[in-house]
């Protein structure tokens, strides 16, 4: 069993910046498939960015222009840039990995493996 551990959550003020970073516990496992979701307070599980293989992103609209989604395949590390946040931006963010391929890439339930989540908190 793998776990995800995601890092770089922290409080901001609106207009700042974060990079999360989420690391597998096994350094070879390196799934096709991985993305970003958030769950904001009172409101749904989200997708925010998702990636297929090395550079195929997908991003929700409203963070789109703002949110970078990449991968080091060299240090095996998923990162999310994310400039420009705003207080809509506050929630836990966590990472996913390893769906089927048919699957759409912010079908939450569609992934096998999650972390605990790291907490972004923007202030305005």
């Known amino acids: 069993q793998v776990e995800l551990v995601e890092s770089g959550g922290d409080s901001v003020q609106a207009g700042g910046s974060l990079r999360l970073s989420c690391v597998p516990s096994?350094?070879?496992?390196?799934?096709?498939?991985m993305a970003w979701f958030r769950q904001r307070p009172g409101k749904p599980r989200e997708g925010v960015a998702a990636i297929e293989g090395d550079d195929v992103t997908t991003y929700a609209d409203s963070v789109k222009g703002r949110f970078t989604i990449s991968r080091d395949k060299a240090k095996n590390i998923l990162y999310l840039q994310m400039d420009n946040l705003n207080s809509d931006d506050t929630a836990k963010y966590s990472c996913?990995?390893?769906?089927?391929?048919?699957?759409?890439?912010?079908?939450?339930?569609?992934?096998?493996?999650w972390g605990q989540g790291t907490q972004v908190t923007v202030s305005s």
């Open positions: 096994r350094s070879t496992y390196s799934p096709k498939y």
């Open positions: 996913a990995a390893e769906k089927g391929p048919n699957r759409p890439p912010f079908l939450w339930v569609a992934y096998n493996h």
